[in-house]
């Protein structure tokens, strides 16, 4: 999760869209708390103005795993597009709520299975629908 310091950019669309998100039955039963949270404190802008820098709603990037050196890439997804593929992350996921906002250059620290935890660095932002001009999706 960012630090409440960490400025949160997210684009309007996507903060009109995920409060409808956590206002469906299918979001009860899950803590969306830090979901709820990070709307709260983030700064809201055009999807127009949103830098292209910034994980976004189906935003695909690439990570680091700076403890094996491997790089990876995934998908932030509303959970209707989670399909269990190792490349999509859910919104309401833990990381994927951490994931949201993040800048080329942060890094998070990810829980896996087996009770490790490992760190990855933003490296890329292959695609961004704001940049790419896909706002409806």
Do not use: C
């Amino acid at each position: 999760m960012s630090t409440p310091t960490t400025p949160l950019l997210l684009s309007r669309l996507d903060v009109e869209r995920l409060e409808a998100l956590l206002e469906q039955p299918a979001a009860q039963g899950i803590d969306t708390s830090a979901l709820e949270a990070e709307l709260e404190r983030a700064e809201v802008v055009e999807p127009a103005q949103m830098p292209s820098d910034v994980i976004t709603m189906n935003s695909t990037a690439r990570f680091l795993d700076e403890t094996s050196g491997e790089e990876h890439e995934l998908t932030l997804v509303y959970p209707r597009d989670a399909d269990g593929s190792h490349d999509k992350v859910s919104i309401l996921a833990p990381v994927g709520t951490a994931l949201l906002g993040l800048r080329v250059g942060a890094s998070i620290e990810w829980p896996v299975p087996g009770g490790r935890t490992i760190r990855l660095r933003v490296l890329s932002i292959r695609f961004q629908p704001e940049a790419a001009g896909e706002l409806h999706r």
